[in-house]
C-alpha cells in the first residue's frame, strides 16, 4: 500500500484543480507535502551524472585500447615489416579516428580522476563546485585532446 | 553499547571482507602515478610518430624510456584491473558469470602487462 501511495504520490497537487475530480482520492490532502519517491529507471539526466558514467565508459574503452598499444609494441619487438604494417594501419583515416577517440578517452579519464581527487580531500562537493567541476572535466579533455593532436601534426 | 565489533577488529579496520580501504587504496596509488606516467606516454607517443623501425627500437630501448614504459605499463594494468572489477561488480548480476568476467578480467590484464613488458624488454636487450 506504501508502495502505491508513492506510485500516485507523483502527481502533483495541480492536477487536483484540472477537472479530473474522479481521480481525486480520499488522501489528496497528503498528497501535496509528501516527498516524491525517487525512480530509479526514469530519472532527469543531470550533467553531473552524464560526467560520471562517462568517466566509466571512457575507462573502460582505455581498458580494451591497451590492446592496441600491445599490438603496436609487439610489432616493433618483431619485425620492421610487422611494425610497417601496424603503423600504417594505424596512422590510416579509420585509424586516427580511433587514436584521436582514445587519446580523448585518456585525457577525459585522467582529468576525471583529479576531479575524484579534488573531492577525496573534500573540495567541489556543493552543487556548485560539482557542477563546475564537471563542466571543466569536459571542456578541458575536448580542449586537450585538440592541443595534443594540433601539437602532433605540428611537429610531424 | 550498539556496536558488536571487538575493539580490536574496529582497530584493524578491515571489515567483514578482510581488504579494509585496500582496493580504494590502490585505485589512488595507480591514479596518482597514472598522470606523470601518462603525461610521459602521450608526450613519447607524439614524439614517436613518423619514426622508422629501427629508431623506435632506438628509443624505445633507450634505459630511461624502457624503464619508464614498464612503469606504465605497471601502474596502468593495476589501476585498469581495479577499476574493471568494479565494473563487472556492478552489472554483473548472475554469480557464476560475475566469477568467470572476474577471473577474465585478471587474465586480461596480466596477459596485457606480460605481453607489453615482453615487448619493451626485448626491444632494450637487443632483438
Known sequence: MTMLRWAIGGRRAHEKSSGLKTRAMANTDLRSNRPLSPHLQVYRPLFTMMMSILHRITGVALYGGTVLVVIWLLAAASSPEAFDWVTDIYGSILGRLVLFGFTWSLMHHMLGGLRHFIWDFGYGLDARGRNWLARATLAGSLSLTLILWIIGYAVR | ?127
Open chain 2, 1 to 127: 553499547m550498539a556496536d558488536m565489533r571487538t575493539p580490536l577488529s574496529r582497530v584493524r579496520g578491515l571489515g567483514s571482507a578482510k581488504e579494509g580501504t585496500d582496493h580504494f587504496w590502490r585505485q589512488r596509488v595507480t591514479a596518482v602515478a597514472n598522470v606523470p606516467l601518462l603525461i610521459f606516454f602521450v608526450v613519447m607517443v607524439i614524439g614517436l610518430q613518423g619514426a622508422t623501425h629501427s629508431e623506435f627500437v632506438a628509443i624505445m630501448g633507450s634505459p630511461i624510456v624502457a624503464i619508464l614504459m614498464l612503469l606504465v605499463i605497471l601502474s596502468a594494468t593495476i589501476h585498469m584491473r581495479l577499476g574493471m572489477q568494479i565494473v563487472i561488480e556492478d552489472y554483473i548480476r548472475i554469480e557464476g558469470l560475475k566469477i568467470l568476467c572476474l577471473l577474465g578480467n585478471t587474465f586480461f590484464t596480466i596477459v596485457i602487462a606480460a605481453a607489453s613488458i615482453f615487448a619493451v624488454l626485448k626491444m632494450s636487450f637487443g632483438g
